[in-house]
T-cell receptor, first 116, second 117 residues
Framework: EDKVVQSPLSLVVHEGDTVTLNCSYE??????LLWYKQEKKAPTFLFML????IEKKSGRLSSILDKKELFSILNITATQTGDSAVYLC????????????????FGAGTILRVKS | KAGVTQTPRYLIKTRGQQVTLSCSPI?????VSWYQQTPGQGLQFLFE???????NKGNFPGRFSGRQFSNSRSEMNVSTLELGDSALYLC????????????????FGSGTRLTVV
């Protein structure tokens, strides 16, 4: 059964701290790994990773994928209160015998709270 | 550009009824996926449509069905509603690049909150 595990489940940090969120996976027919930020309803896309060892960066956020060890990390530096959210890791995988298209298998998320 | 639009935002239905939810993808996106989000199970994949064809289906009973129209808009239908169907239903659209979504991944709508009483 496909599985995506995120850790920690929640954490509380102070503004300015650096945080590392973890995502490990066991998914058949892996194609991509995506990170999302969910504050209220709509998850917001952060990164999509398909190759090992290539860091993706956007402002204070960065992420990297290790396809050999089956995990990814999301780093947030100099955290701000606006970073408070649920961070979701999802693995895009081939579904069944369909050559195209993907299903996303989501982890439970990490709840991040940044205190001022 | 307009994002993914889901209607209605909220719905309250009685057990045994059926419901139809609508999703309009970003202009130019031909892939539409549906997800169910609950506190206990998190986000779970329902199905994916591309060019009016269902390409993938998750592990949900046949009461859950969907379709996609020629303009890429999609509808999801749940028949014979059960209390356990109460959830946030999210729709996501994407460009398609072979076996991967486009560089922007999947863009989610704000969802429809369904409550079954």
């Amino acid at each position: 059964e496909d599985k995506v595990v995120q850790s920690p489940l929640s954490l509380v940090v102070h503004e300015g701290d650096t945080v590392t969120l973890n995502c490990s996976y066991e998914v058949t027919n892996f194609r991509s790994l995506l990170w999302y930020k969910q504050e209220k309803k709509a998850p917001t896309f952060l990164f999509m990773l398909t190759s090992s060892g290539i860091e993706k960066k956007s402002g204070r956020l960065s992420s990297i994928l290790d396809k050999k060890e089956l995990f990814s990390i999301l780093n947030i530096t100099a955290t701000q209160t606006g970073d408070s959210a649920v961070y979701l890791c999802a693995v895009g995988a081939r579904s069944g015998d369909m050559e195209y298209g993907n299903k996303l298998v989501f982890g439970a998320g990490t709840i991040l709270r940044v205190k001022s | 550009k307009a994002g993914v639009t889901q209607t209605p935002r909220y719905l309250i239905k009685t057990r045994g009824q059926q419901v139809t939810l609508s999703c309009s993808p970003i202009s130019g996106h031909r892939s539409v996926s549906w997800y169910q989000q609950t506190p206990g199970q998190g986000l779970q994949f329902l199905f994916e449509y591309f060019s009016e064809t269902q390409r993938n289906k998750g592990n949900f009973p046949g009461r859950f069905s969907g379709r996609q129209f020629s303009n890429s808009r999609s509808e999801m239908n749940v028949s014979t509603l059960e209390l356990g169907d109460s959830a946030l239903y999210l729709c996501a659209s994407s460009l398609v690049a072979g076996t991967l979504p486009g560089a922007g991944g999947y863009t989610f709508g704000s969802g429809t909150r369904l409550t079954v009483v």
